[in-house]
């Protein structure tokens, strides 16, 4: 599953491209939800998805629409793609991939994963996470960065609020480290009986 996102603008039949991201399978065969980012494979990406987003934009202007837009495209065995999820508004991967394009001209970071299902918690309060991601980050200058996107403590749980739902990216040199940190802080939910 390859995904792109990009912004049709109002009166023009450009685009302004984002980037794309992929979701990967696991070692057990199953796919991830994690949205992979890897920023030498955005050309290759950008051409492979670029006849279905020519022929959504020339749908989505016919019927009045302009603003930001992503699509899924599914890839069989043999490269031929689908379409298969048009999303005519800001994706939950854009700001992911706009804050990689940012690092990698700050850090030079060429990956990044984002975990943005609702799943997945920080298991402690919401300060706790703050004041551990800004240590992580502090530590970890120029070789990795964890950026939240979104953070709300759950109060409907026996936990009360150390289970904090987020929306986490993480970004470094290679994709192996990106996946540790990422695994470090957001965990499935924990159940309560």
Not at 79 to 102: C, E, F, I, W
Request: net charge negative; charged share 20%.
């Amino acid at each position: 599953n390859v995904a792109c996102h990009f912004f049709v603008h109002p009166t023009t039949n450009q685009v302004t491209w984002f980037g794309s991201n992929e979701n990967l399978p696991n070692d057990d065969g199953s796919w991830s939800s994690d949205s992979c980012l890897t920023i030498p494979n955005q050309k290759k990406l950008r051409d492979l998805q670029l006849p279905f987003v020519k022929d959504v934009v020339r749908y989505a202007k016919s019927l009045g629409f302009w603003g930001f837009c992503g699509i899924d495209v599914l890839f069989d065995a043999s490269g031929k793609g689908y379409l298969v999820d048009v999303n005519p508004r800001v994706t939950g991967s854009s700001p992911a991939l706009m804050v990689g394009r940012l690092l990698k001209k700050e850090y030079g970071f060429d990956y990044g994963l984002f975990r943005g299902t609702g799943a997945n918690r920080f298991h402690g309060t919401l300060e706790e996470m703050f004041q551990q991601v800004a240590e992580y980050n502090e530590a970890n200058e120029g070789s990795s960065r964890i950026v939240i996107f979104s953070a709300n403590p759950n109060n409907t749980t026996d936990i009360g609020n150390k289970n904090v739902v987020m929306n986490l990216g993480v970004y470094g040199h290679s994709m192996e480290e990106c996946q540790t940190v990422l695994n470090q802080f957001a965990h499935p939910q924990r159940r309560t009986t």
